[in-house]
């Protein structure tokens, strides 16, 4: 098992709720001021406070406060580790037929400029 594995764990914890989960994809816009993001979802300040508590601990998103004004952004490259290991499991027949399908685009591309 790859040693990033607390790291995936903290990651897909997060992702497992709907409500992290439109929080992530907001955030994969442009960063949003915490009552904005309240506007999304129904639910109290703290509850929304606590979701985005368990994003930040799982290293998914982060937060800067400048006043009263909480904004929060999706961290850059948080969710690249659960791309690497569902890349790893990915079944020989998939990548065979991935590199059959580049074989036949690239032999198509040498026909057509002929």
Same mark, same amino acid.
């Given at each position: 098992? /790859?040693?990033?594995?607390?790291?995936?764990?903290?990651?897909?914890?997060?992702?497992?709720?709907?409500?992290?989960?439109?929080? !992530?994809? *907001?955030?994969?816009?442009? /960063?949003?001021?915490?009552?904005?993001? @309240?506007? @999304?979802?129904?639910?109290? %300040? /703290?509850?929304?406070? &606590?979701?985005? *508590? =368990?994003?930040?601990?799982?290293?998914? =998103?982060?937060?800067?406060?400048?006043?009263?004004?909480?904004?929060?952004?999706?961290?850059?490259?948080? @969710?690249?580790? !659960?791309?690497?290991? %569902?890349?790893? &499991?990915?079944? /020989?027949?998939?990548? &065979?037929?991935? *590199?059959?399908?580049?074989?036949? $685009?690239? =032999?198509?591309?040498?026909? $057509?400029?002929?």
């Amino acid at each position: 098992m /790859p040693n990033y594995s607390a790291e995936l764990d903290a990651v897909l914890r997060a992702l497992a709720d709907p409500t992290r989960r439109m929080v !992530v994809e *907001r955030l994969a816009k442009s /960063p949003a001021v915490v009552s904005d993001l @309240l506007g @999304l979802v129904a639910m109290t %300040l /703290p509850s929304l406070l &606590q979701h985005l *508590r =368990i994003l930040e601990d799982a290293g998914v =998103i982060t937060s800067s406060k400048q006043g009263r004004v909480r904004t929060v952004s999706l961290r850059p490259g948080a @969710l690249d580790v !659960v791309r690497v290991w %569902l890349g790893e &499991q990915r079944t /020989p027949a998939e990548r &065979q037929a991935d *590199r059959l399908g580049n074989h036949l $685009t690239r =032999i198509t591309d040498k026909e $057509t400029s002929q």
